[in-house]
């Protein structure tokens, strides 16, 4: 069974617009940290959010912020006031408590904002 | 502090050679981790050492190995070249069990 889905392979948002970006994850594992990572067409991979299985708050960066709905286990990345530089793919990806710092990613979605 | 950095960037490479690529973590890492990227499988855990003990490894064939040396810079081989081990491999660092920081890759093609 896939751990981390991403269900929209590619997305459209127009500039200054918001967006949501769906994750579900899959784990029997009652510790675990949920992250989201960026990639843009240079292929480097860049950190935007983490959100832990106890955090009582929705994490916040910036524009960034994490809808984690623990019930339903999903933890959508909300981008706020979407730019140009956002365009890239975003993957999910999950590190469950006993497996050091192995990350299980998602299939991603390609965000695409149209000025 | 200067980030994740991946020797080489580019390589080619034909069917049967061996291959080794190079990762040096951001200054007071101790976690290196490795990754595969490919149009079809995804991103896939390799492995990951800590204080030059592998600590994870994901399912990938024997031919795939690495190690961590004392100043943690990693390396990772491939030995007997497959098309299918082209790939974006991404080195990944951390001080503890935290966020991930990730380098630039090598873009490995397999001819």
């Known amino acids: 069974a896939q751990k981390i889905t991403q269900t929209q392979p590619g997305m459209f948002v127009q500039e200054k617009e918001a967006v949501t970006l769906d994750c579900t994850y899959d784990?029997?594992?009652?510790?675990?940290?949920l992250f989201w990572y960026k990639q843009p067409s240079s292929g480097e991979m860049i950190f935007l959010i983490y959100?832990?299985?106890?955090?009582?708050q929705n994490a916040t960066e910036g524009r960034y912020s994490l809808n984690f709905q623990k019930a339903r286990k999903s933890a959508n990345l909300v981008i706020s006031a979407s730019q140009l530089g956002d365009s890239a793919m975003y993957f999910c990806?999950?590190?469950?408590?006993?497996?050091?710092?192995?990350?299980?990613f998602g299939g991603g979605t390609r965000l695409m904002v149209k000025p | 502090k200067a980030g994740v950095t991946q020797t080489p960037r580019y390589l080619i490479k034909t069917r049967g050679q061996q291959v080794t690529l190079s990762c040096s973590p951001i200054?007071?890492?101790?976690?290196v981790s490795w990754y595969q990227q490919t149009p079809g499988q995804g991103l896939q855990f390799l492995f990951e050492?800590?204080?030059?003990?592998?600590?994870n490894k994901g399912n990938f064939p024997g031919r795939f190995s690495g190690r961590q040396f004392s100043n943690s810079r990693s390396e990772m081989n491939v030995s007997t070249l497959e098309l299918g081990d082209s790939a974006l491999y991404l080195c990944?660092?951390?001080?503890?069990?935290?966020?991930?920081?990730f380098g630039p890759g090598t873009r490995l093609t397999v001819l």
């Open positions: 990944a660092s951390s001080p503890q069990r935290s966020e991930q920081f």
């Open positions: 784990t029997s594992d009652q510790s675990y940290g």
């Open positions: 959100q832990g299985s106890y955090d009582e």
């Open positions: 990806a999950m590190r469950e408590h006993n497996a050091g710092n192995m990350l299980t």
């Open positions: 200054s007071g890492h101790r976690s």
């Open positions: 050492y800590f204080s030059e003990t592998q600590r």
